[in-house]
């Protein structure tokens, strides 16, 4: 899996959490639709040590590798009051909790360790709302650690996922087979 997909596979469990439009977005996003949510993957640099492995003559290094992804969300509010509208009450920050607990959920942990990435939220869902000319922006902010392992390999960099549903080995496995007991406890 190459870094673009992971953003694309960040995005998509993002979007199937919280609906809406969902981007990958440094700055200047276009005027869609509310509610938006924006993605940004923030470089905490490559380790410079790698784990090598040598197979058939050739170098495999693997980088033990961290990113900060930064989840914008921009949501229009629910109208409060009862039957009149006396303001509108922000649901941005009730969707990034929603989301934090989807990404820790057995499903979200599930879906990330099936492409080697860990995804942990770091801090508490900050409320970003303020008034931008004569309206409210209903905004929250969460940052989450997103780990995964680096393979480099004949000048290619990509998300290392490794083989699964290998067959177990036959012969001896270095476990118990068999126990007697002497005594019998109650």
Avoid: W
Avoid at 27 to 40: E, H, I, N
Avoid at 73 to 81: E, K, L, S, W
């Amino acid at each position: 899996m190459t870094l673009s997909e992971m953003k694309d596979f960040l995005e998509k469990m993002v979007q199937d959490c919280l609906g809406g439009y969902v981007y990958c977005a440094e700055q200047y996003l276009p005027q869609m639709p509310l509610p938006v949510t924006t993605l940004k993957l923030k470089d905490t640099g490559v380790p410079v040590h790698s784990s090598d492995r040598i197979v058939d003559g050739e170098i495999y290094s693997y980088y033990a590798c961290e990113k900060i992804l930064e989840v914008n969300r921009y949501t229009v509010g629910v109208a409060a009051g009862q039957g009149k509208i006396e303001g509108l009450k922000n649901t941005s920050v009730d969707d990034l909790l929603m989301l934090s607990l989807y990404l820790q959920s057995e499903k979200g942990v599930e879906e990330a360790s099936l492409k080697n990435i860990c995804i942990l939220q770091m801090g508490a869902v900050r409320d970003l709302t303020a008034l931008e000319g004569t309206r409210y922006k209903n905004r929250a902010m969460q940052e989450f650690s997103v780990s995964y392992t680096l393979e480099y390999h004949n000048g290619e960099a990509v998300v290392y996922v490794p083989d699964a549903g290998q067959e177990a080995a036959e012969g001896p496995t270095g476990y118990f087979e068999s126990v007697e007991m002497e005594e019998k406890y109650e």
